[in-house]
């Protein structure tokens, strides 16, 4: 819908002409997802890994100072579904975007869309593959994702997509310590709704609230990634037991 808007705004900067054709990139694969006879095989996919994500790192996800930052990482950043209105939105307000956000936070921006892009790309490949095979998503098995996974052939894509993890939240993490970020988004509600905004100011919220909350994120982050390292290495190998991870890790 809101394609040619994007087309028409000049940006200057590097991290503004990055988000720029990240966000054209993501519109056009939105449209083409949405369009897939595999559609709902992609949500499942979404959910499963997302269920796994959780039983791998029960242990952070059930932590009081981890949960809310890590259900937000799986349901918002993640998205596997429902953000729909609110990606429009930012295609939507992109000029305004360019024009008063600092250009440290559309490099951010730029992140975080980069990284819904390459996992829901990853996502409809492995949907794809599955589909081949006749394998159905709402019985998929440890085993048949993971040799779908070893399949796919995209180890330096999800390389990426942990850099991505890593780089996003640490930047997140950065800016939730300016206490003026909080105070804008609790006066700016009522403005973002009257522009049906409301979506698109809920995440920021939502995202907020959640790092805000946590305590060396930092640590969390290299946890996780480093947990998500050895369970791509087990896949790779072909480990009996893949998402099984020494406790001290």
Not at 74 to 88: S, V
Request: glycine residues 4%; negative net charge; charged residues 25%.
């Amino acid at each position: 819908m809101y394609r040619e808007r994007l087309v028409t705004t000049e940006v200057n900067s590097e991290n503004a002409h990055r988000l720029k054709r990240l966000l054209l990139e993501y519109h056009d694969f939105r449209q083409l997802k949405a369009a897939h006879p595999l559609l709902d095989d992609t949500r499942q996919i979404a959910d499963w890994q997302a269920q796994r994500l959780k039983t791998t790192h029960q242990d952070l996800y059930h932590h009081p100072g981890y949960h809310t930052g890590l259900e937000f990482l799986l349901t918002d950043l993640y998205a596997p579904a429902g953000m729909t209105r609110r990606d429009d939105n930012i295609d939507r307000i992109f000029p305004k975007m360019v024009k008063w956000l600092p250009d440290n936070l559309l490099n951010t921006f730029a992140g975080l869309v980069e990284l819904n892009l390459v996992t829901q790309s990853l996502d409809l490949e492995l949907a794809e593959w599955l589909a081949e095979r006749g394998i159905r998503t709402d019985q998929l098995s440890g085993t048949a994702y993971c040799e779908a996974y070893r399949a796919s052939r995209q180890l330096p894509i999800r390389e990426r997509q942990l850099d991505l993890v890593a780089d996003t939240g640490q930047q997140l993490d950065r800016y939730v310590r300016n206490r003026s970020l909080g105070w804008l988004l609790s006066i700016s509600r009522g403005p973002a709704e009257m522009a049906e905004l409301g979506d698109l100011h809920s995440f920021l919220h939502r995202g907020y609230s959640a790092f805000r909350n946590m305590d060396k994120v930092d640590l969390l982050i290299d946890r996780l990634i480093n947990r998500e390292q050895q369970v791509m290495r087990n896949i790779l190998n072909g480990h009996p037991a893949p998402f099984s991870l020494p406790s001290d890790l």
